[in-house]
């Protein structure tokens, strides 16, 4: 168990609020939280949960400050903004930073947290809001091996998985990888599914059997059977529009690199399309109607129908 006790946590929303509450549970001291939405903030603090109402009251009371936010534009302001944590922190305070972001921006905070001798790590998670739920979440961490170290043990209350990625921002780096290649596989899949349909295999026919092949894959036997075969797509879940975020990421990542990605070109593409026709809220998997044809309204019919 860690000396470290003052824990603090901002960002409360389809995943931030679980795993906070995970950690909370965890039994490493007051957790003081702050979110825009006051229902998350509410059910924590009927955890045990401290409120704070400003940025400067959360640092100065928390030693760990826990970050979970939509996107770069959102940890910008939150960390670098004139009211925001660097302009409150101490030094000696750690900062870790949940969110999915791109790799130079967490590493432009990086160096304004060294400089004010506060320690900033990447954390990005990944899987799924049920898996942030149960505690069973993939975390990729970049940082000195000295920090990461003594953030692991409160990471371990949210997460099955924690793996130390490297130096700052490899965290960011494995996590856009891992997206990207999850998107171009669920186009694949939207793909090879209506097609093997409009051919006489069924979608759930076809999850069977490529399970048991060389096709077999976590986006197969999660995204493919559970989603894309039922063709349901729940709000309050990885949306679209987060998915185009991280793939535009990713992107910027790669050119940066100096790398050409024509297929995870084609699955923004996708991502885009499907946001356009009305399922940017809805789990991304919903892409298949974009291979499909159907549109948002039909796909909101087949809901209602089935409900009835």
Partial sequence: MTSIKKLGFIGLGVMGEPICANITKGGFGPMTVMDLNPDPVARLADIGAEVATDFASLCAAADIIFLSLPGGPEVEKVMLGEDGLLAHGTPGQIIVDLSTCPVIL???????????????????????????????????????????????????????????????????VVKLMNNMVLFQTVVALSEAFVTAERAGVSRDKLVDILSLGSADSFALRNHGRKAMVPNKFPLQAFGTDYAHKDITYALALAKDMGVETPSAELAKGMLERSSAAGFGAEYFPALINMVSGTSHADYLAQLDNEDE
């Avoid at 304004?112 to 790590?121: N, T, V």
């Avoid at 809001?129 to 970049?142: E, F, H, K, P, Y």
Wanted: charged fraction near 25%; aromatic fraction near 6%.
């Fill in 106 to 172: 967490t590493r432009e905070i990086f160096e304004a947290a060294k400089a004010k001798d506060i320690a900033f790590a990447d954390a990005p998670v990944a899987r799924t809001r049920q898996a942030a739920i149960d505690g069973t979440l993939s975390i990729m961490v970049g940082g000195s091996p000295e920090l990461f170290a003594k953030i692991r043990p409160y990471l371990a209350a949210a997460a099955e998985e924690i793996t130390h990625c490297g130096d700052i921002g490899t965290g960011q």
